[in-house]
């Protein structure tokens, strides 16, 4: 029970354009479109930022997008602004089961 | 408006149990599945069980046979029963809402130590 694989850190400057890979396996990533990607502040609680792959709820801006390829999903965030800093984390649906990343730091240079 | 309330936790022993509650609040709490993620400090994020609106459950590994997820819709409450609690259960415990963990409470510290 594997979790998924994030780059442990990212950066960007204001402004730009980032990504997060999160890799998996054909039996979580790879089988069901149910990857969702979370944003967590320090000592906050984590907060759905998209689902099912690519959908971003009702108020998430929309500088963040998904997609997925194969056993990857990715998060992208246009347009960099230093409240986008936290840590992020993927989480996959795995038939009975789920799987989160480990969780990459974003720091807004 | 959704709020998801955790209680419950603190210090035990190892080896000694423990009963989580979410109290939940602005939705139809029957209609939902429910979750249990916790995270130790500095650590990520960890599923520790589900319940569907029929009260079927699931649980990973590290924690099957231990912990028992379980629901009251007439108090719009979930739970979460953990025994033979052990040191590496230190965490904080988040309930959350449905397959996309759509709103998550505030946690419950679990410190297990002696």
């Known amino acids: 029970q594997s979790a998924l694989t994030q780059p442990a850190s990212v950066s960007g400057s204001p402004g730009q354009s980032i990504t997060i890979s999160c890799t998996g396996t054909s039996s979580d990533v790879g089988s069901y479109n149910l990857v969702s990607w979370y944003q967590q502040h320090p000592g906050k609680a984590p907060k759905l930022m998209i689902y099912e792959g690519s959908k971003r709820p009702s108020g998430v801006s929309n500088r963040f997008s998904g997609s997925k390829s194969g056993n990857t999903a990715s998060l992208t965030i246009s347009g960099l602004q230093a409240e986008d800093e936290a840590d992020y984390y993927c989480?996959?649906?795995?038939?009975?089961?789920?799987?989160f990343g480990g969780g990459t730091k974003l720091t807004v240079l | 408006e959704v709020q998801l309330v955790e209680s419950g936790g603190g210090l035990v022993q190892p080896g000694g149990s423990l009963r989580l509650s979410c109290a939940a609040s602005g939705f139809t709490f029957s209609s939902y599945d429910m979750h249990w993620v916790r995270q130790a400090t500095g650590k990520g994020l960890e599923w520790v069980s589900a319940?569907?609106?029929?009260?079927?459950?699931y649980y990973p590994g590290s924690v099957k046979g231990r912990f028992t997820i379980s629901r009251e819709n007439a108090k719009n409450s979930l739970y979460l029963q953990m025994n033979s609690l052990r040191a590496g259960d230190t965490a904080v415990y988040y309930c959350?809402?449905?397959?996309?963990?759509?709103?998550w409470g505030q946690g419950t510290l679990v410190t297990v130590s002696s």
């Open positions: 989480c996959s649906y795995a038939g009975s089961r789920w799987v």
């Open positions: 959350a809402r449905a397959k996309d963990f759509d709103y």
């Open positions: 319940i569907g609106t029929a009260g079927d459950t």
